[in-house]
């Protein structure tokens, strides 16, 4: 069989421990054999970005924004154990980070369905997708605690020195708390822009909620500037897609996600988006099954899994010991890419590779060999639990059968 060709490079960012091993066999298994693959490759190997002062991290992420496509391996955010570890000269901060504050991206979160694996939530049948603003909030907030008898005010000065005052309480009957929060039109407006794209991307519906009807100029503003930039960019490409952008209060949308059989995209402002993307990423059954792909305003994309570097099995694996990994989320990051990469190249062969990998891989599971974590819960009568390489040499012969 001829190797499928590619136009354009995809951006391919290495990363550490056992997604590191897991990267090469996904390659070495599934990918290389088929494909004439094109990458530039970046090694965010927390090795590497130590010897390079991190400064790999922000030339993947310029190469991000030149393709248009990348596909991200997990990565160490380096803490206080991993400075001795790796013998770091500085705690680098989070390449995920760093890549989502130069590409002004939100990342969208979802969880892959398979047979024998039931939501906690049974009615969702079919994928919800969080995506979550990850700028301002509560996140950069500033906040005293008050004492007895303080008399606390919201104060703006403009660039002309002209202050505006707002009393926010007097502290006469007792101490207290207070808080600063602010957000950007600017960092609202991108949201909405990757939101409203990638729901045309996906062809799904969109939710947005928040509490405009209590916090009238906060919320609100959330509100407005969705409202706005659907009307002026988005409405009439929605309705030729068939798809709705939906806005209501927070506590509704709760409700109704509840009640949902799921297959939108719900967006939600920064605190609700870390507290759903757990609830529904747990509902789902597995963070080993979640997908997530960062996407700028601009239409850049770059794919990975949701999970980790899974550190406890690499170590396992140091020690010559067999790990059953699961390697799913990060074969749909390189399928989520090459099949992008597809689109935009207009390679057909491409996109429908991706298309029958990510088949092949389901229908595996289906088959009931799995990896140990899905073996745990799946409910399907003749499970086999498998070791990491075999799970991917699995997919590889139902893979061939497809091609
Ligand atoms: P983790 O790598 O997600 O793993 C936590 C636990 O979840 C594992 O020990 C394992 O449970 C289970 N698990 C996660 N993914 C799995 C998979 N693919 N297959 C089977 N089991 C899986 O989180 P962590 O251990 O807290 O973090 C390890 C490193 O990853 C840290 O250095 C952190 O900085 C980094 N991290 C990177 C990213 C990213 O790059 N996007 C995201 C999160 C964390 P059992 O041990 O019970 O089998
Ligand atoms: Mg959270």
Redesign the pocket.
Known sequence: MEKIKMVTPLVEMD?????RI?WKMIKDILLLPYIDLKTEYYDLGLKHRNETNDKVTFDSAAATKKYGVAV????????AD?MTEYNLKEMWK???GTIRAILDGTVFRTPIIVKGITPFIPTWTKPITIARHAYGDVYKNTEMRVPKGSKCELVCTDKDGNETRELIHEFSESAGIIQGLHNLDKSIGSFARSCFNFALDTKQDIWFASKDTISKKYDHRFKDIFNEIFESEYKDRFAESGIEYFYTLIDDAVARVIRSEGGYIWACKNYDGDVMSDMVATAYG???MMT?VLVSPDGVYEY??????????YYKHLKGEKT???????LFAWTGALRKRGELDNTPDLIAFADKLEKATIKTIEDGVM???LALLSTLPNKRKVDTEEFLIEIGERLKAML
Do not use: F, W, Y
């Not at 990363?15 to 997604?19: F, H, R, S």
């Not at 059953?324 to 990060?330: F, G, I, K």
């Open positions: 990363g550490d421990e056992m997604t897991i991200k391996c997990a990565t160490i955010t380096p803490n991993r989070s390449p995920n597995s963070l080993a997530s990975e899994a949701a999970h980790g570097t899974v550190q406890r099995h059953s990994t699961n390697s799913v989320a990060t990896t140990g974590d």
